[in-house]
T-cell receptor
Framework: DTEVTQTPKHLVMGMTNKKSLKCEQH?????MYWYKQKAKKPPELMFV???????INESVPSRFSPECPNSSLLNLHLHALQPEDSALYLC????????????FGQGTRLTVV | QQQVKQSPQSLIVQKGGIPIINCAYENTAFDYFPWYQQFPGKGPALLIAIRPDVSEKKEGRFTISFNKSAKQFSLHIMDSQPGDSATYFC?????????????FGKGTLLTVNP
């Protein structure tokens, strides 16, 4: 099973809402990532978790709050987002941080209204 | 130093043609070069990857050519099919690096006409 599952697939939220994106993998990978992708652009790294600890934060605004409850799950908590935060949010995992193969989920299409 | 430059931005070929997408990098510390394929509304899928100790790698209809001295690598798709129509991203990273990060090219939108 080389699958990274993200829920929900689509999310529309107001600027005052609080919502969470979820990501799950059962490949035994110990590194998990959040990426943001705008239309017609490459993915941009947001956060890296290694062994359930946050190891990289790419200067992401505090309205995005990641959480890694265990080695299989990764959440991204959203609060007070702006319309420009509308994007495809991708979760990925790899065996270790810096290992060769990174597997991406299908993404959550987020629209902030 | 961290950039990966990808060209062309878009590419149209006929079925059976051989599209070629090129990437160039600056950082000589990069030692892993994957290609990702992304269909609309889907996440990127790892297609094929190469390490700098080999000059070519084939997997099915997909071939990576790697030129370490020129700091360039390219993707060739043999006998292209309409189902190959997608956006292709090259990327580079430092395996095992303390600041692991996939640095992506800007992407190439490939259209294969029937």
């Amino acid at each position: 099973d080389t699958e990274v599952t993200q829920t929900p697939k689509h999310l529309v939220m107001g600027m005052t809402n609080k919502k969470s994106l979820k990501c799950e993998q059962h490949m035994g990978h110990r590194a998990m990532y959040w990426y943001k992708q705008k239309a017609k652009k490459p993915p941009e790294l947001m956060f890296v978790y290694s062994y359930e600890k946050l190891s990289i934060n790419e200067s992401v605004p505090s309205r995005f709050s990641p959480e890694c409850p265990n080695s299989s799950l990764l959440n991204l908590h959203l609060h007070a987002l702006q319309p420009e935060d509308s994007a495809l949010y991708l979760c990925a995992s790899s065996q270790e941080r810096g290992s060769t193969e990174a597997f991406f989920g299908q993404g959550t299409r987020l629209t902030v209204v | 130093q961290q950039q990966v430059k990808q060209s062309p931005q878009s590419l149209i070929v006929q079925k059976g043609g051989i599209p070629i997408i090129n990437c160039a990098y600056e950082n000589t510390a990069f030692d892993y070069f994957p290609w990702y394929q992304q269909f609309p509304g889907k996440g990127p899928a790892l297609l094929i990857a190469i390490r700098p100790d080999v000059s070519e790698k084939k997997e099915g209809r997909f071939t990576i050519s790697f030129n370490k001295s020129a700091k360039q690598f390219s993707l060739h798709i043999m006998d292209s099919q309409p189902g190959d129509s997608a956006t292709y991203f090259c990327a580079a990273s430092m395996v095992g690096g303390s600041n692991y990060k996939l640095t992506f090219g800007k992407g190439t939108l490939l259209t294969v006409n029937p």
